[in-house]
């Protein structure tokens, strides 16, 4: 996989506005300041260190490495053994102060551990998506990067100079010593805020993410990784706003050298049910708020203009481009950033979208007294639309079909607008919606059902299946018992499943992605056969698959969107949505009535 490392090799660093990868060398290999969609001033992830990166790590070679994430934080701990001695370095970024005051740091404290180990230190600063190479000079004894609107100011007791355009240093830690690093983003047109205390900034952190977590409820089996799950869904929310981004990068191949790279630091309206569903299951109900609050000044204005996906704050316009300066992670081109996919046609989103209101309705967050009136137009959009081909939920860049998967979210829509007016008394034309239900229904499965295969399919007269399928159950479409749903869970697990852990997401010898063949399994959709699997009282099979999953986890605890033998985890990484299944499917597990069956509610 030529010179990038593993995307295990990295960890989440995040302060809930932009986070940053640190590989387990010690360099720092992706970092957008000041917000998840801003231009990266670290991307040798994408390509090499001259593209950006920081490293901090032992000079001599490095014969084991540990890591560990402090219990109940995203502050990463890292020991390096040498035959000198072991050396720690502490990697956070403090969350920012909620009164306004801007500042973007990213704190490293080195650490003597035993021995005398000598460190070095190499910032490679390259604005732009590693285009542009700063202006540096000193200031007040720190250093000063600058090139357009940006600026980065580097302050540590350590005496640092140029070096072919970098910054370096080398200097030897004791049992006992600290030598901090603290390094702040600001406006290249605004002073540099003060000089901060980073050992005191990484207690605090500590201290702000543990209390953070500790107000979960979550009390069933496999706490550790729900409990890691969660807070990487916090880091991935965009504070601000409420908006949960897909995953903080961009391009990580969903197959090295493939050109299957797509920009997710994007929300997707797609993710909001099951993240609803997951930020409550926690006990986390400000933030599920903040999302269903997001949600709703999204997808607010004309409803024919209704998006897949959304900026942070809920910008339309996503155009994507490609950066043709970067060689791609893995020697994976093009890189990309925007997502084209934006502009697509995808109807289950209606049904997601009504789906989020209406889970959140069900649970008691108080309803936005416009929410309903834009439901309501929705599905009128819904209404002259849903019998169309669209892209579907994967985003096809092929001929849009009919997607069976399309065409049970259109029933969800519907359905859910039929129970808010019989259950939360909102009005509406109940006897005209229950009509175009059954009517959805009826079609679904009259031309999206293979009597001969006995599953459902991936498109209506089609023989292939597709693990969105397994939502069948799980939204209340078909009950469990139905024999049409067992078929279809069966299908999925005799044509998608590898390995007996993971399940891809549709053949990929069907073409009607319309891109080249290869990609990981979809490790969202390997979680949804757990949760299908529960709903038909498969538990031993179900708990057994789960835990396969777990395995798939990197060392501390981290999952990308894909997985695949040899390569390991592929794609963006972390992935909300990976997380937001395993906390799902934990649940599931946990209890007799978890979010699927919560989720499906009637039955049909």
Same mark, same amino acid.
């Given at each position: 996989?030529?010179s990038?490392h593993?995307?295990e090799d990295?960890?989440?660093?995040?302060?809930?506005?932009?986070?940053?990868?640190?590989?387990r060398?010690?360099?720092?290999?992706?970092?957008?300041?000041?917000?998840?969609?801003?231009?990266?001033?670290?991307?040798?992830?994408?390509?090499?260190?001259?593209?950006?990166?920081?490293?901090?790590?032992?000079?001599?070679?490095?014969?084991?490495?540990?890591?560990?994430?402090?219990p109940?934080t995203?502050?990463?701990?890292t020991?390096?053994?040498?035959?000198?001695?072991?050396?720690?370095?502490?990697?956070?970024?403090? $969350?920012?102060?909620?009164?306004?005051r801007a500042?973007?740091?990213?704190?490293?404290?080195?650490?003597?551990?035993?021995?005398?180990?000598?460190?070095?230190?190499e910032l490679?600063?390259?604005?732009?998506y590693?285009? !542009?190479? #700063?202006?540096?000079?000193?200031?007040?004894?720190?250093?000063?990067?600058?090139?357009?609107?940006?600026?980065?100011?580097l302050?540590?007791?350590?005496e640092?100079?140029?070096?072919? !355009?970098?910054?370096?240093?080398?200097?030897?830690?004791?049992?006992?010593?600290?030598?901090?690093?603290?390094?702040?983003?600001?406006?290249?047109?605004?002073?540099?805020?003060?000089?901060?205390?980073?050992?005191?900034?990484?207690?605090?952190?500590?201290q702000?993410w543990?209390?953070?977590s500790?107000?979960?409820?979550?009390?069933?089996?496999?706490?550790?990784?729900?409990?890691?799950?969660?807070?990487t869904?916090?880091?991935?929310?965009?504070?601000?706003?409420?908006?949960?981004? *897909?995953?903080p990068?961009?391009?990580?191949?969903?197959?090295?050298?493939?050109?299957?790279?797509?920009?997710?630091?994007?929300?997707?309206?797609?993710? *909001?049910?099951?993240?609803?569903?997951?930020?409550?299951?926690?006990?986390?109900?400000?933030?599920?708020?903040?999302?269903?609050?997001?949600?709703?000044?999204?997808?607010?204005g004309?409803?024919?203009? !209704?998006?897949?996906m959304?900026?942070?704050?809920?910008?339309?316009?996503?155009?994507?481009?490609?950066?043709?300066?970067?060689?791609?992670?893995?020697?994976?081109?093009?890189?990309?950033?925007?997502?084209a996919?934006?502009?697509?046609?995808?109807?289950?989103?209606?049904?997601?979208?009504?789906?989020a209101?209406?889970y959140?309705?069900?649970?008691?967050?108080?309803?936005?007294p416009?929410?309903?009136?834009?439901?309501?137009?929705?599905?009128?959009?819904?209404?002259?639309?849903w019998?169309? #081909?669209?892209?579907?939920i994967?985003?096809?860049?092929?001929?849009p079909?009919?997607?069976?998967?399309?065409?049970?979210?259109?029933?969800?829509?519907?359905d859910?607008a039929?129970?808010?007016?019989?259950?939360?008394?909102?009005d509406?034309?109940?006897?005209?919606?229950?009509?175009?239900?059954?009517?959805?229904?009826?079609?679904?499965?009259?031309?999206?059902?293979? *009597?001969?295969?006995?599953t459902?399919?991936?498109?209506?007269?089609?023989?292939d299946?597709d693990a969105?399928?397994?939502?069948?159950?799980?939204?209340?479409?078909? #009950?469990?018992?139905?024999?049409?749903v067992?078929?279809?869970v069966?299908?999925?697990?005799?044509?998608?499943?590898?390995?007996?852990?993971?399940?891809?997401?549709?053949?990929?010898?069907?073409?009607?992605?319309? !891109?080249?063949?290869?990609?990981?399994?979809?490790?969202?959709?390997?979680?949804?056969?757990?949760?299908?699997?529960?709903l038909l009282?498969?538990?031993?099979?179900?708990?057994?698959?789960?835990?396969?999953?777990?395995?798939?986890?990197?060392?501390?605890?981290?999952l *990308?969107?894909e997985?695949?033998?040899?390569?390991?985890?592929?794609?963006?990484f $972390?992935?909300a949505?990976?997380?937001?299944?395993l906390?799902?499917?934990?649940c599931?597990?946990?209890?007799?009535?978890g #979010?699927?069956?919560e989720?499906a509610?009637?039955?049909?």
């Amino acid at each position: 996989m030529s010179s990038s490392h593993p995307i295990e090799d990295y960890a989440l660093i995040g302060d809930t506005e932009t986070a940053a990868l640190v590989c387990r060398s010690g360099s720092i290999d992706w970092l957008c300041l000041p917000q998840f969609d801003a231009r990266a001033c670290f991307a040798a992830l994408l390509g090499d260190a001259t593209n950006g990166r920081w490293l901090l790590a032992p000079a001599a070679e490095v014969t084991a490495v540990r890591r560990r994430y402090r219990p109940g934080t995203l502050v990463l701990e890292t020991e390096f053994d040498t035959a000198e001695g072991t050396v720690r370095v502490v990697d956070a970024m403090p $969350p920012r102060p909620a009164d306004g005051r801007a500042r973007h740091d990213v704190v490293r404290l080195v650490e003597g551990v035993a021995g005398r180990v000598a460190v070095t230190m190499e910032l490679v600063i390259r604005f732009d998506y590693g285009s !542009l190479v #700063p202006w540096v000079t000193r200031r007040d004894g720190r250093l000063r990067a600058v090139a357009g609107p940006d600026a980065i100011t580097l302050a540590s007791p350590v005496e640092v100079h140029g070096r072919d !355009l970098r910054t370096v240093c080398d200097f030897t830690v004791e049992p006992g010593e600290q030598v901090p690093f603290e390094l702040v983003w600001h406006r290249s047109h605004e002073p540099a805020p003060p000089q901060g205390d980073v050992p005191g900034a990484v207690e605090a952190t500590t201290q702000w993410w543990q209390q953070w977590s500790g107000h979960s409820i979550y009390q069933g089996d496999y706490a550790e990784a729900v409990q890691r799950s969660l807070i990487t869904l916090k880091a991935l929310t965009y504070r601000p706003t409420g908006a949960i981004v *897909a995953a903080p990068t961009t391009s990580l191949p969903e197959q090295p050298g493939g050109e299957r790279n797509w920009d997710y630091r994007y929300a997707w309206l797609r993710d *909001a049910t099951f993240a609803l569903q997951a930020l409550m299951q926690g006990g986390y109900r400000e933030e599920s708020v903040a999302w269903r609050d997001w949600l709703l000044r999204a997808v607010a204005g004309d409803p024919k203009r !209704l998006q897949i996906m959304y900026g942070i704050a809920g910008e339309h316009r996503l155009p994507e481009l490609t950066l043709d300066w970067l060689s791609g992670y893995a020697d994976s081109r093009p890189v990309r950033i925007g997502n084209a996919a934006s502009t697509q046609r995808q109807h289950d989103v209606y049904g997601e979208v009504m789906d989020a209101l209406h889970y959140a309705r069900e649970v008691g967050i108080d309803p936005e007294p416009e929410a309903w009136s834009l439901q309501r137009a929705l599905l009128s959009d819904l209404e002259s639309r849903w019998n169309e #081909p669209d892209e579907g939920i994967w985003e096809i860049r092929g001929t849009p079909q009919h997607f069976t998967h399309s065409k049970v979210m259109a029933w969800v829509a519907f359905d859910r607008a039929v129970t808010a007016v019989e259950r939360h008394g909102l009005d509406g034309p109940v006897e005209h919606w229950r009509e175009l239900r059954s009517a959805i229904h009826a079609e679904v499965c009259a031309k999206g059902y293979n *009597a001969e295969r006995n599953t459902f399919t991936q498109v209506y007269g089609g023989t292939d299946v597709d693990a969105s399928l397994l939502l069948i159950p799980i939204v209340g479409f078909l #009950p469990a018992d139905d024999p049409r749903v067992a078929g279809t869970v069966d299908a999925v697990i005799a044509d998608l499943s590898v390995d007996e852990t993971c399940v891809l997401r549709y053949p990929e010898h069907s073409g009607v992605d319309g !891109l080249p063949e290869g990609e990981g399994a979809f490790l969202l959709c390997s979680f949804w056969l757990v949760d299908a699997l529960v709903l038909l009282g498969r538990y031993e099979e179900a708990r057994a698959r789960f835990e396969r999953l777990l395995a798939v986890r990197n060392d501390v605890g981290l999952l *990308a969107e894909e997985y695949a033998p040899p390569f390991g985890q592929l794609g963006n990484f $972390p992935q909300a949505f990976s997380h937001i299944g395993l906390i799902s499917s934990a649940c599931n597990l946990a209890r007799e009535r978890g #979010p699927a069956s919560e989720r499906a509610g009637r039955h049909a």
